[in-house]
């Protein structure tokens, strides 16, 4: 998934658009969505992304669909419960036999809820899939971030992916070897693996401290930096759409869908 992610970032239609620009797009977006008051800007955000990422970055579908095929189910899952914990208004939906039923105050608060997870990850998606992570670094470095901090997302970002592989690969060689047959096999073998990933990990960690020590490491990872002019007509451009979506939500934070 590391690789797949970076080589989508790099090899992208919004390669050479200015990093800053793309960063400044994805995050006012995630801001609007997750603070407005209505499902409409949110899901005009959500479709506005996932234009972008199709058409202008043309990144493909099938991978785009399956990307959001987790947190949305994530999210689905947890709006379910809000639906019938949220009380308000009249009755729409009333389980025969059980205390639960779903309510105006109910379904809306969940559209609301499905609107601002779906939007805010297309505007994520958005910055993730166009900008590789070396840039994203280097403009927090030009925003006098802390050194530490910077050096600190680097190394977990990599290792992140690092525990992903060695989880697969341990995993992988237990189902071969039958590790998850019954119950309690199946809690023998998580136990190994919740231990010889802890293991993996901690020598990965060595090595790699073992390579930065051999390569003269001084406190201070290089970052490599390229910056790229942003023009007038994308400047335009970019406050403009934040502008209108800003708008929308103002303007539409009373609707309601139900």
């Known amino acids: 998934m590391h690789n797949i992610l ?6 992208n239609g919004l390669r050479e658009t200015s ?13 609007i969505s997750v603070s407005s008051p209505g499902p409409v800007a949110p899901l005009l955000v959500a479709a506005s992304m996932s234009a972008a990422l199709l058409v202008l970055a043309r990144i493909p579908a099938r991978f785009y669909v399956r990307l959001l095929l987790v947190p949305v189910l994530f999210a689905a899952t947890s709006i379910a419960v809000v639906l019938f914990i949220t009380g308000g208004g009249a009755v729409l939906i009333q389980v025969p ?3 639960l039923a779903v309510t105006v105050g109910g379904a809306n608060l969940a559209v609301l809820l499905l609107a601002r997870v779906f939007g805010g990850m297309c505007s994520l998606y958005f910055i993730a899939l166009t900008t590789p992570m070396t840039e994203i670094l280097d403009i927090l470095r030009r925003l006098r971030v802390p050194a530490v901090f910077i050096d600190l997302a680097m190394l977990t970002y990599r290792f992140i992916f690092i525990f ?5 690969q341990i995993y992988r060689s237990q189902v071969m070897r039958l590790g998850y047959g019954r119950f309690r096999e199946s809690v023998q073998s998580f136990g ?3 231990g010889a990933l802890f293991l993996r990990t901690w020598e990965s960690g060595e090595a790699l401290v073992l390579a930065m020590d051999a390569r003269c490491y001084d406190g201070k990872l290089g970052i490599p930096g390229e910056t790229r002019p942003v023009s007038s007509s994308a400047l335009a451009t970019a406050l403009f759409y934040v502008g209108a979506v800003f708008g929308v ?3 539409t934070g009373g609707l309601v869908l139900v």
């Open 19 to 31: 990093s800053g620009l793309k960063l400044f797009i994805g995050l006012s977006s995630i801001l």
């Open 6 to 11: 970076e080589d989508v970032a790099q090899t």
């Open 97 to 99: 036999g059980l205390p």
């Open 249 to 251: 939500s103002l303007f």
């Open 192 to 194: 190994m693996l919740t």
């Open 164 to 168: 992903i592989e060695e989880a697969g």
